[in-house]
């Protein structure tokens, strides 16, 4: 850790990375002053790291072009060298590379440097971070999954330990973590101060991008710059792969496609318009690899060896209007997935080999999400009835998966800010053609604490665990008691998949072992 004053000056030299611990190789004279060479301003992160190839991000502060280079040993014996892309200004200079042909099971040292455009001898000191490659055996799997990000103004409190969360998941020693959505809280400005009821002061830093609702383009970018100047996310990138989507945050609370905003903090007006703008900005900051059909697409299938295929969903962009949620048939207004995205897991899940079929989702299934005193964020419409509105996309999924004898289907999602376990039977169901099923919930990783919410008795589901109690205190701010994230272990020989509900702390608060189902 360190202190506050370490830190502000650590900003004011524009080298954040040096006084954060992330490991970083000299790089060697080249005869060009230190004015020139550029600077990685906000360290490394991979992601997306399937079968043989994973993503590699970085970014810089000028024009440069972007290399990577990449070995199995931490010397960097006969280590691989990939040319990479230019970071120019329209990209805020961001920049991606893909590694192929990673070798399967491997621990995989990488690091990323960048060359002046204008001055080629100019090279940046690298940064460097490791990921491991899927094995093509049945191994052992260990990831993790939360979400929820500086949300309701608590930010990097320094004297706090920064989002210390980030370290207690990175000490897990995960695989890979799964970020299920609200990196950021565009909606959300960042005061310097907060009063907690206990007395005492929540003291953030802040930002210019940070003290106000973000509309433009390098105000949703300042967002992700912001939280990447704390030192536990920073070192917490550099070791562990992340796969990510998105949910309402990241541009606007509970928003949904061709809605006109009614707010005095905003003068953009159009939703549509601030999306483009986050969703540009989440693609720019995020280890997201582009996808070849639809560049802006976010759904997409993560394969990770014999034991694990991974699904991420996207409930955002394909939405139909937040309603009652009563529609009678599938259309564009009771669309929550669409029907191109359902059709697609659907497919993708029967099509799968792996033991376990991982669902992330960035909103719950049986919780009940309200939007205002009529209309619903999530799917749950409350009434505890036949599928209706948004819940007809599910009811078809779950009987076509149990039509195609598709099994080990688990789903993980965060949101609603507190943990839990929740088992779908149709023997409590009011719709009763699927298969039992189990949904873990995580979060928030650095957010206020609420919860617990209401359930929606559709498709069955029983809590079996929840961190938030009834009549709990709403808003609680990021503490043992209020945060939360999920680790899920799969064995390499029982093919057994546990997943382990902890605090900040990384303090086991839950703990459940799922033996495979045959088909």
């Given amino acids: ?232 996310v920073l070192k917490f990138n550099s070791e562990v792969p992340q796969i990510v989507q998105w949910d309402d945050h990241e541009t606007r609370n509970n928003w949904y496609p061709g809605q006109e905003i009614d707010d005095p903090r905003y003068k953009v007006r159009s939703l549509d318009l601030l999306a483009a703008r986050g969703k540009r900005a989440f693609l ?31 409930q955002r962009t394909y939405r139909g209007p937040n309603s009652p949620n009563r529609q009678n048939t599938l259309n564009e207004e009771s669309a929550f997935m669409g029907p191109e995205q359902v059709q697609w897991l659907a497919r993708s899940l029967n099509a799968s080999k792996a033991t376990w079929k991982v669902i992330a989702s960035d909103m719950p299934i049986g919780l009940i999400v309200p939007d205002g005193p009529k209309n619903f964020e999530a799917l749950a419409n409350g009434d505890n009835g036949p599928p209706a509105g948004r819940e007809l996309e599910f009811a078809w999924l779950f009987k076509t998966l149990k039509d195609q004898g598709v099994r080990n289907v688990v789903w993980l999602t965060a949101d609603v800010h507190y943990a839990a376990a929740h088992h779908y039977d149709p023997s409590r169901a009011s719709f009763t053609d699927f298969h039992p099923f189990w949904e873990f919930v995580g979060g928030p990783l650095n957010a206020g604490g609420f919860g617990p919410g ?17 009549g709990a205190k709403q808003n609680r701010f990021p503490s043992s008691e209020s945060q939360f994230f999920g680790l899920v272990d799969i064995d390499g020989k029982s093919e057994e998949l546990t997943v382990d509900l902890r605090n900040i702390d990384g303090k086991s608060v839950y703990r459940v072992t799922l033996p495979p189902e045959k088909s």
């Fill in 1 to 232: 850790m360190f202190n506050r004053r370490d830190f502000l000056s650590a900003c004011a030299a524009g080298s954040i990375s040096s006084v954060t611990g992330i490991a970083a190789a000299q790089a060697p004279a080249v005869g060009a002053s230190e004015s020139t060479r550029p600077k990685l301003t906000h360290g490394v992160m991979s992601g997306e790291v399937t079968n043989g190839s994973a993503v590699i991000w970085a970014r810089t502060d000028r024009p440069s072009r972007m290399i990577v280079e990449y070995a199995t040993t931490e010397s960097f014996t006969n280590a691989k060298r990939i040319v990479g892309p230019t970071t120019l200004p329209e990209d805020d200079f961001t920049a991606k590379t893909v590694l192929e042909g990673l070798p399967a099971g491997q621990t995989i040292f990488y690091r990323v440097l960048f060359k002046n455009l204008s001055t080629p001898s100019a090279v940046s000191i690298p940064a460097i971070g490791r990921l491991i490659a899927p094995s093509h055996e049945k191994s052992n799997i260990r990831f993790a999954w939360g979400g929820d990000t500086a949300g309701q103004g608590y930010g990097i409190d320094l004297d706090r330990g920064g989002m210390r969360i980030f370290e207690s998941i990175r000490q897990t020693q995960p695989h890979f973590f799964v970020n299920s959505g609200d990196l950021i809280y565009a909606d959300n400005p960042i005061p310097a101060e907060m009063k907690l009821d206990d007395g005492s002061v929540w003291k953030n830093i802040v930002t210019r991008e940070t003290s106000k609702v973000a509309e433009s383009l390098d105000e949703f970018r300042g967002r992700y710059r912001y939280n990447l100047m704390d030192q536990n």
């Fill in 284 to 314: 720019d900051y995020t280890p997201t690899r582009r996808h070849p059909d639809e560049a802006e697409r976010i759904y997409r299938a993560i394969h990770r060896g014999p034991l694990l295929d991974l699904f991420l969903l996207d």
């Fill in 454 to 470: 209401a359930l929606d008795m559709t498709f069955g589901p029983e809590v079996k665990f929840a961190t938030a109690k009834p």
